[in-house]
């Protein structure tokens, strides 16, 4: 499976995700769910059923990812007496007992990944591969079964917002698992499509406005909530994400370090994609690349990274402006906009307002229906394991 490199301007798929229906809603779960399957099945032909891992902080058990996975939907769905409730729902409102019974184990003492730390995550009395694969069958079973039977105003967006919830997390995961798989060596089936050729001239956008913030109806992320308008000065930005054959003078000149997965051997350069060594395509964007990878390249280049703002006002208003090859690093620090509130789920934001930095756009392991140009994606600024490339831009701020 290869998710298309996003073509349409405004990302129609993830518009049309989170206004889904109950039907395409449904679609769109079975879906992921059958992603996420297809990659377990890769990952078990690899390392076998207890798919185990080695501990390190880019990866997590796989065992543990997929009893998360379903942990989360029956946590947030079946088990949430105020589902209907959507963004207003209480957080502590007791959980419905009954999937928690059936599972015939304390699954919030396992898979809650706010209680549960992660170093303990390798230490910890799982269920085995075949009882977890069926208590995911039965919890995308009882997930669609609700989703079935909701009436008109557990249809509405409150309604659904649980729903769309759960299938946005395990999309965020699956992207997870071909990330894991890189770091391991493993073939998942999932590899990146050959770039157009780029071009090499930036985009020139004038002085201007833009109003940051999720726009419309349907669900949205609470980081994407309220909104701020942004003044911004003249600028211009590259087209595409930096390539290879622009990024790699910057490593022969000692100005950044050589990046993950690259050797130069027999006057060659070569990347491992899944565990094979392969010719670079120099035209391809260059990627598993840190924020500090990022910055110190458009030091030696006399450029600078986009702010989140300037990002989205080109990924809108200019036309040749590509994206949804690599995540890209800005400038701008993951902060709620102002009016920000959390949403039920108060993990998924707030405790990483931490100065960590804002990525933008897609990577071609990102779900379709994920993929939107006000999607605000954040990672710790040495990370260099993910999907991760930059654009440069120049003047403006």
Known sequence: MEPSIVSEPYGEAAQRARCAGRTELAALLRATRARTLRLLDACEAALGPTLRVPQADG???????LGHIGWFADRWVARNPQRARGTMADPLAPLSPARQAARGVDADALYDSSAVPHEARWHLPLPDLATTRADLHAQLHDTLALLARADATEASDAGLYFFRLALFHEDMHAEAWVY??????????????????????PLHLPAGEWAQGWPGPGFAFDNELCGQTVKL??????????????????????????????????GQWQQRVHGQWRALDPLAPACHLSFHDAQAWCAWAGRRLPTEAEWEYAAHHARGFAWGHVWEWTASTFAPLPGFSPHPYRDYSQPWFDGRPVLKGASH????????????????AERSDIFAGFRSAGPGI
């Open 233 to 266: 000065g003249a600028f211009d930005i590259d087209a595409h994400a930096v390539h290879w054959a622009r990024y790699l003078p910057a490593v022969r000149a000692g100005a950044v370090p050589l990046p993950r997965h690259l050797r130069h051997e027999d």
């Open 59 to 65: 990866l997590n058990p796989l065992l543990w990812e």
């Open 180 to 201: 894991m798989a890189q770091a391991l060596g493993i073939d998942v089936g999932e590899t990146a499509p050959s770039p157009a050729a780029p071009g090499e001239r």
């Open 365 to 380: 392991a990102t779900a379709p229906h994920m993929r939107h140009p006000r999607y605000r994606n954040y990672f710790t």
